[in-house]
């Protein structure tokens, strides 16, 4: 009787053991198939990753081949004699690779100025200085300088590119060689700018344009000249210095250049949450060392889902640029605002109290409450507002202008609305 009774006990345990091993089988077959797919899809992204890197790396290696030809070009120049220790050539050499591994603008330039060779008695009697042309304010500011007074270095900090505003404003303009020259004072003309007149006691302001091989101007390099005596550096040498500091402002540019576009949202042109985060942390160190307010407001656009559902996206995209270009208008150059979110915007306010706070988020909540927008006509915003507490991290300051914001949205929106009492 107990065989009869097994038989089919024992076809179900093996039809049981077959079901789960054909079921092992597939989730077998279907992990390799992932397996695959990830692979593959990381394989894409790493071969994207490598050719940048590669690209990366071609547009240094022509930038430093080219200060190779420069170092072997000077090398020849010179004929290495092997009776010296250290050629000129060779310490000209130094000097250029030094310059290559060197990341800080005023060091490379201070190393770039050895490449001139300037006599002692030179540096008594002139002063130099490097500016870099800043294209989008298009004013060229003070890089470098060696021995011009701190309060005309000040004076010429910055300068817009106006012809004749100064003598290197001029050559940035013009792209040449500029020279004014102190005039006696019977021809002095009472009405002269005052920005062109020479600062005290400099005889000539000479002024190179810095251009890149396309001939487009970086920055200018400065000689003032207190003794119309003494000669300028010989013109070879200046051309030398002048192709060393292209490399190095040209560098400086691009490294600016990959350094902001890793800052900034691509949509709104503002500060990327990552950058947010890393302006609140150090916002937040400064104000606990000198015990200074800071503050932040956390704005949101409301029922902006409406306006993708209602226009599409494009016009939902376009809604976050002008809110953005407003809000950007409505604050101080100095705060940083950022793009926290989808249609989520952090305001960081340095030195600011929360009364403060409360004025400028109202004239943010303004500004974007009577701007026409183009398709949706009216947009509105809630924003919350915290001030920082020593206790505080960046999560924790946020989370109260959050908590603020959340209030806002529920006290029915196009709001400003404080954290509430801190403990
Ligand atoms: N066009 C566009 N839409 C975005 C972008 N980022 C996020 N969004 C959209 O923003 C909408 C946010 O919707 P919700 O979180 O419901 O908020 P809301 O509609 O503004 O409502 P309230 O905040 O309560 O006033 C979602 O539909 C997202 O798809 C973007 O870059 N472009």
């Known amino acids: 009787m107990a065989e009869y009774l097994d038989q089919p006990f024992s076809m179900l345990i093996g039809l049981s053991v077959l079901v789960l091993a054909v079921a092992l089988l597939a989730s077998v077959v279907k992990l390799r198939a992932d397996i695959r797919t990830l692979r593959t899809t990381s394989n894409q992204q790493l071969k994207r990753l490598n050719a940048r890197v590669a690209q990366l790396s071609n547009e240094h290696s022509e930038v430093a081949s080219a200060l190779d030809d420069l170092c072997d070009s000077a090398s020849i120049a010179s004929a290495p004699d ?232 494009d016009v939902g995209d376009l809604v976050l640029q002008e809110v953005s270009r407003l809000s950007a208008g409505a604050i101080r150059s100095t705060d940083v605002l950022g793009r926290w979110g989808g249609e989520e915007f952090l305001v960081i306010l340095s030195e600011t109290t929360l009364d403060s706070a409360m004025v400028v988020a109202e004239n943010v909540r303004k500004a974007v409450e009577s701007a026409h927008f183009e398709v949706c006509r009216s947009v509105t915003i809630s924003l919350g507002v915290a001030e920082f507490t020593p206790h505080d991290t960046a999560q924790s300051l946020v989370k109260r202008a959050d908590e603020a914001l959340y209030k806002a949205k529920k006290a029915g929106r196009n709001r400003v609305l404080a954290q509430s009492k801190v403990a």
């Open 82 to 313: 092997s009776s010296l220790a250290v050629t000129p050539a060779e310490q000209e050499n130094r000097i250029i690779k030094s310059i290559l591994n060197e990341g800080d603008l005023p060091k490379g330039l201070e190393k770039a100025f050895e490449l001139l060779h300037p006599s002692p008695e030179s540096t008594l009697w002139m002063a130099f200085g490097i500016s870099v042309l800043d294209q989008n304010t298009k004013t060229l500011k003070l890089a470098w300088h060696q021995g011009i007074k701190e309060a005309v270095a000040r004076q010429f900090s910055e300068a817009r590119l106006i012809h004749g505003s100064a003598p290197h404003a001029t050559s940035a303009l013009l792209g040449e060689h500029v020279v004014v020259r102190r005039e006696p004072a019977a021809q002095k003309h009472r009405d002269q700018p005052p920005a062109t007149r020479l600062p005290e006691a400099v005889q000539a302001w000479h002024s190179f344009p810095i251009k890149k091989v396309d001939g487009s101007v970086l920055g200018t390099f400065d000689i003032l000249s207190f003794n119309e005596g003494f000669p300028l550096p010989d013109s070879n040498r200046i051309a030398n210095y002048l192709f060393v500091t292209s490399i190095i402002l040209e560098r400086h540019s691009y490294l600016n250049g990959i350094l902001s576009q890793a800052r900034t949202d691509k949509l709104t042109g503002l500060t990327n949450r990552g950058f947010a985060e890393e302006s609140l942390v150090k916002e937040i160190e400064r104000s606990q060392r000198y015990r200074n307010p800071l503050s932040v407001v956390l704005f949101d656009i409301d029922h902006f889902k409406s306006f993708n559902d209602t226009y599409g996206h």
